[in-house]
């Protein structure tokens, strides 16, 4: 269960597919009848198609990548020229490399301040930065898959090495495997002093880069400041362990290697010394959460970053079949799907409310691991050939040999999102079955019934064109039903748009973003053209005149209603934009703020 509330002090934890994608992917409806837009709308809960969709929409987000916490991208990503980066530190000399840089100083200092000998360095990038992005919660450690991508780049696996390390083994592996990623960068010949690719940007509770050479033009000390503060003058118990030792970057070698150790804070016995341990992880949950909504925990993507997403790495693209097909068998069972992936439903309506919330949170069950010996070796080629494409200088023109990179697929994606996510929430809570208008006067009803026609008429407008004559002519007009679905269906989408010679598009109109775009918008059209020209018809038969004088409409009413409320509701399931319907309850205060729990926290349940 996801936990989200106002917090004060704490934060409450939350605990908590695709099957046979072929390079065509297949058709996400079915429907029975001769009039594509009549009757049941039956959608296939084991295409890749929303979960790529969500994915790339959800990319550099932090709330979308705490509640989907194993990523299933790999993107290239640019840093603008002169932004500030932070490094805390137990003293003052240069950071070896690789290191961490953090996107806000609370982090930093959350991570390493508190301590007798704390220091905060401040950093600008001198010049654009070209990096490598990986999605979910990637610096989460744990045993959720969160750094199942990064492992399988630098591993071939998702174990990692053997470890013969002591206690501090994660932080090692950390170590580890950041001085891995920079060498595959360097290896490959996409990255190094001033050029190519220098960092990698992961994100945990707030966004941080690992910094491959510091030794780099491209970034710049403007300051290092001792943060350490007095201690508190409490009558405790030492506020030090003088034989504590703390764990230091390898030296770069493959090999690990110690330095000199530092004394650090007892934190579990004595970390009331510290006055400002308690706030500097407030500040840091904080700043992570700066990117939310007002209205929705989604959060905005990342300021200080830029996607280059006009060709990435995504698992849910059809070319990764063993992923696609994995997930698809392992979900049939646990949501209740047929081998055609339609939810086959329940009894009653809260089994019902659960079971739908448990769909549309699926995705987060998805973990990399899964993915066949074929697919990783598939992978590390389609990355080897577009970190290629980054080594050039940053002041080199951007458009590379590939059609598609011009094409913003997550500006397209968030454009979808943003017309539909809120709306198809306020229709679902307007078709509410259970109000009590649909049988008491026909007052009530034709005053609930316009609300919810508005509210359908909103999402038909920029499509649908009314018969000359809607009492003869609605129920049977199909074909304007079908040119309104094409006319919605194909709105966000990019069109062909031909060279000087006329022979090729610019860019491919079967590349996998584009189909997963179609997909998601032809079901989306679908299910709302469906609703949509029922509620005309429904609106014609009771609603446009005097209204009948006996009670049988009610109970057609009453039908209809539920009808379009269920179809809402499985459509908002599958599309899995479960990060843009959730939220506290209540408008929190100026001093609590209203979050989702970060992967930190959720590895505890």
């Known amino acids: 269960m996801l936990g989200f509330i106002c917090i004060v002090i704490l934060l409450k934890s939350w605990s908590q597919i695709a099957q046979s994608q072929h390079t065509e992917q297949q058709q996400l409806l079915t429907r029975p009848h001769s009039d594509p837009f009549e009757g049941q709308i039956r959608l296939n809960f084991s295409s890749s198609a929303p979960h790529l969709f969500s994915s790339t929409h959800g990319l550099l987000r932090q709330g979308y990548n705490t509640f989907f916490s194993s990523g299933h991208a790999v993107v290239p990503c640019q840093i603008p020229a002169f932004t500030p980066l932070f ?3 137990l003293n003052e000399e240069p950071p070896q490399s690789p290191e961490w840089l953090a996107f806000t100083p609370d982090m930093a200092y959350a991570i390493m301040g508190s301590t007798r000998n704390s220091f905060l360095s401040t950093y600008q990038t001198t010049r654009s930065i070209k990096c490598l992005y990986f999605d979910g919660a990637s610096a989460a450690l744990g045993e959720r898959g969160t750094m199942d991508t990064q492992m399988l780049l630098v591993y071939g696996n998702t174990t990692g090495l053997p470890s013969k390390h002591f206690k501090g083994k994660l932080l090692w592996d950390e170590y580890d495997r950041a001085q891995r990623l920079c060498e595959w960068i360097h290896e490959k010949g996409a990255g190094s002093l001033g050029y190519g690719i220098e960092g990698i940007v992961r994100m945990n509770t707030g966004f941080e880069i690992i910094w491959c050479n510091f030794s780099s033009p491209s970034l710049q000390l403007v300051s ?11 009558n405790r118990t030492s506020a030090f362990s003088q034989n504590q030792e703390f764990f230091h970057s390898p030296s770069p070698t493959v090999a690990f290697k110690s330095s ?9 016995n004595d970390w009331e010394h510290e006055p400002f341990i308690a706030s500097q992880e407030w500040d840091w949950l904080s700043s992570a959460s700066r990117s939310y909504s007002i209205e929705d925990l989604a959060s905005h993507r990342e300021l200080g970053i830029r996607l280059l997403d006009g060709d990435f ?3 849910y693209s059809p070319e990764y079949l ?3 097909s994995t997930t698809a068998k392992q979900e049939r069972q646990q949501f209740n799907l047929t081998l055609d992936g339609v939810w086959k439903g329940v009894q009653n309506r809260q089994e019902r409310k659960g079971a739908l919330e448990k769909l549309m949170r699926r995705r987060s069950k998805h973990r990399v691991g899964d993915l066949s010996q074929l697919d990783v070796t598939r992978f590390h080629q389609s990355l080897t050939r577009i970190v290629s494409k980054l080594s050039h200088s940053v002041n080199d023109a951007s458009p590379s040999d590939n059609l598609n990179s011009n094409v913003p697929w997550s500006y397209l994606c968030d454009r979808i999102v943003d017309n539909y996510s809120k709306r198809l929430m306020q229709f679902q809570q307007h078709l509410d079955v259970d109000n009590e208008a649909w049988t008491s006067s026909s007052t009530k009803a034709r005053k609930s019934f316009i609300l919810i026609r508005e509210r359908s008429h909103t999402f038909l407008m920029p499509f649908l064109e009314y018969p000359i004559d809607p009492h003869k002519h609605f129920a ?5 039903k079908e040119q309104a679905h094409e006319r919605c269906k194909y709105m966000y989408l990019p069109r ?8 090729n598009p610019s860019f491919d109109v079967h590349h996998p973003f584009r189909q997963a775009i179609e997909e998601v918008m032809d079901t989306i059209c679908s299910v709302l053209i469906s609703i949509g020209y029922s509620i005309e018809k429904e609106w014609i038969q009771t609603f446009n005149n005097d209204m009948p004088k006996d009670d049988g409409w009610k109970q057609r009413l009453q039908a209809n209603v539920l009808s379009w ?9 599958w599309l899995g934009w479960a990060p843009h319907w959730i939220g506290c309850d209540r408008l929190c205060s100026w001093d609590e703020e209203c979050k989702v729990a970060p992967p930190a926290y959720n590895e505890q349940t």
């Open 496 to 503: 062909p748009v031909y060279t000087a010679s006329h022979e």
């Open 224 to 234: 290092r400041v001792n943060v350490s503060v007095p201690l508190l003058e409490y």
């Open 260 to 268: 000199t150790d530092f004394p650090v804070p007892e934190w579990k």
């Open 313 to 315: 790495i995504n698992f």
């Open 565 to 573: 409320q269920e179809k809402i509701e499985e459509l908002t399931a």
């Open 476 to 480: 049977q007009a199909w074909r304007i």
């Open 87 to 89: 490094h805390g530190w």
């Open 322 to 324: 063993n992923f696609a």
